[in-house]
């Protein structure tokens, strides 16, 4: 992988280590190339097993007796187990030990994807509705780990390529949701609901050994920093909340898109699944063209983050569309504007790793894993927050006031953070100016001061 040049996790200025930021090899090492394939490997199947749910699942637990806001209840725990998990295993990362923290999180993945097959034979009601919620958040916890650790793993081996590194393996990601939901749903239709299940977890497992034998192991100290005092950094406080309401609006569609998309355009299970495909491969396109200008130009991150949230609100104000446009909801429509909606999203997600990071560094946080696993940890709980939130309050708003409504008032989110966002580099940017300046008369002065002897 080419190196876009000395820089450091945060930028120019030096954040990373100083001799390492100007000699970074043009050619990926061996550990490097197995970092990155065991990454993939995860975000892959972790991705596919997750999106899996979206075609069919709430139509198959409407007839077992859940409720619209109860089917968004199940997909939200999911979100709220994965914050408690990245948080703790952000903390204890380098105690546990980051390979078998990943390791360990893909083998119990692919396991209770499995079990989630298995749920159709429980009976209907409180019993089935119970089991849901029992074996979401055993897959959160896990799924936590594995992506705390891989997080943390892919910056320790990368640390001068971060936007561009974590931009290329989301088209893993978005690789994963793209082929999840038309898979799921295409093997739903032929062969019934147990089938998706089993087939995606027999695939996460077989990808355990795999990373068992090539993922390298990284030993480190414990860190003396904490997550509070990471978030209350004002600037990492307000990326927090724009990965909150950026995971929200993803949380948001997972539980009702299909819903609506049933109701509205009466399309078959297996097709639905291909409507997330707009979102999905939009995403995984943009994803890396956005990480390598993050790293190539890191001025432009900062307005790459805020206009990507302005774009995502505009998004979700067309999905309905909002009844106040008056304008009439289109299948072709839906799918541009999930497309418009990946890009944005690429946009605005890519530049909040190294952001944070480099925020992290220039307020004392140490170089090293510790550091990396706290904000893995935190970039993964945030994003939890809002993908807890979003199915909950879309599941509520769709069952009273519709999709088109509540898509207008899902997108209001990345419209507050957006700007908020943006005022704040601005406040940023003036202060910059205002101290560079007075900087400049200072050191005029004490030159004139210095001056004024030989002059006399």
């Known amino acids: 992988?080419?190196?876009?040049?000395?820089?450091?996790?945060?930028?120019?200025?030096?954040?990373?280590?100083?001799?390492?930021?100007?000699?970074?090899?043009?050619?990926?090492?061996r550990e490097q190339l197995f970092v990155l394939i065991s990454a993939a490997s995860m975000n892959l199947g972790s991705m596919m097993a997750y999106s899996i749910l979206g075609p069919f699942f709430p139509k198959e637990a409407e007839k077992k007796g859940a409720s619209n806001t109860m089917i968004g209840m199940i997909f939200g725990c999911y979100a709220l187990f994965d914050l408690l998990a990245s948080l703790v295993f952000g903390k204890y990362l380098v105690h546990i030990g980051a390979k078998f923290m990943f390791i360990a999180g893909m083998f119990v993945s692919g396991g209770v994807t499995i079990l989630f097959g298995l749920?159709?034979?429980?009976?209907?009601?409180?019993?089935?509705?119970?089991m849901c919620f029992l074996v979401r958040i055993m897959d959160a916890l896990s799924f936590g780990a594995a992506i705390t650790a891989s997080s943390s793993i892919l910056v320790k081996a990368f640390p001068n390529n971060i936007a561009t590194v974590l931009g290329g393996l989301e088209v893993f990601s978005g690789l994963g949701l793209v082929l999840g939901p038309p898979l799921g749903g295409f093997l739903y239709q032929s062969f019934g609901y147990e089938v998706p299940f089993i087939f995606l977890g027999c695939i996460v497992l077989?990808?355990?050994?795999?990373?068992?034998?090539?993922?390298?192991?990284?030993?480190?100290?414990?860190?003396?920093?904490?997550?509070?005092?990471?978030?209350?950094?004002?600037?990492?406080?307000?990326?927090?909340?724009?990965?909150?309401?950026?995971?929200?609006?993803?949380?948001?569609?997972?539980?009702?898109?299909?819903l609506?998309?049933?109701?509205?355009?009466?399309?078959?299970?297996?097709?639905?699944?291909?409507?997330?495909?707009?979102?999905?491969?939009?995403?995984?396109?943009?994803?890396?063209?956005?990480?390598?200008?993050?790293?190539?130009?890191?001025?432009?991150?900062?307005?790459?983050?805020?206009?990507?949230?302005?774009?995502?609100?505009?998004?979700?104000?067309?999905?309905?569309?909002?009844?106040?446009?008056?304008?009439?909801?289109?299948?072709?429509?839906?799918?541009?504007?999930?497309?418009i909606n990946g890009f944005s999203a690429g946009m605005s997600i890519i530049p909040t790793f190294p952001e944070i990071l480099s925020c992290a560094y220039e307020n004392g946080f140490e170089e090293g894993l510790s550091t990396l696993g706290l904000v893995s940890g935190l970039i993964g709980g945030m994003w939890s927050?809002?993908?807890?939130?979003?199915?909950?309050?879309?599941?509520?708003?769709?069952?009273?006031?519709?999709?088109?409504?509540?898509?207008?008032?899902?997108?209001?989110?990345?419209?507050i953070s957006g700007l908020v966002m943006g005022l704040f580099y601005l406040l940023e940017h003036s202060r910059r100016r205002r101290r560079s300046k007075s900087q400049n008369i200072v050191g005029t002065e004490e030159e004139r001061t210095a001056l004024l002897p030989d002059e006399i």
């Open 1 to 29: 992988m080419d190196a876009p040049g000395p820089l450091t996790p945060g930028g120019p200025g030096g954040d990373g280590p100083s001799g390492s930021s100007r000699e970074t090899p043009r050619r990926l090492s």
């Open 119 to 130: 749920l159709d034979q429980v009976p209907d009601g409180p019993v089935f509705i119970a």
């Open 206 to 258: 077989l990808m355990v050994p795999l990373n068992i034998y090539i993922l390298p192991s990284y030993e480190a100290d414990p860190g003396e920093h904490s997550f509070w005092k990471l978030v209350t950094l004002p600037k990492v406080g307000l990326i927090a909340f724009v990965i909150i309401s950026l995971s929200s609006c993803f949380g948001f569609l997972d539980p009702i898109l299909s």
């Open 260 to 339: 609506f998309v049933l109701e509205k355009f009466h399309l078959p299970a297996g097709y639905v699944g291909l409507v997330f495909l707009g979102l999905a491969l939009s995403y995984a396109i943009s994803s890396p063209l956005f990480g390598l200008l993050s790293d190539k130009m890191p001025h432009l991150r900062k307005w790459c983050l805020v206009f990507g949230n302005l774009i995502t609100a505009g998004c979700y104000m067309l999905l309905g569309p909002v009844p106040f446009l008056h304008i009439e909801s289109q299948l072709w429509l839906l799918v541009l504007i999930l497309v």
């Open 385 to 415: 927050v809002g993908a807890f939130a979003g199915p909950m309050l879309g599941g509520f708003l769709y069952e009273k006031i519709g999709f088109e409504w509540a898509a207008a008032i899902q997108g209001l989110w990345p419209l």
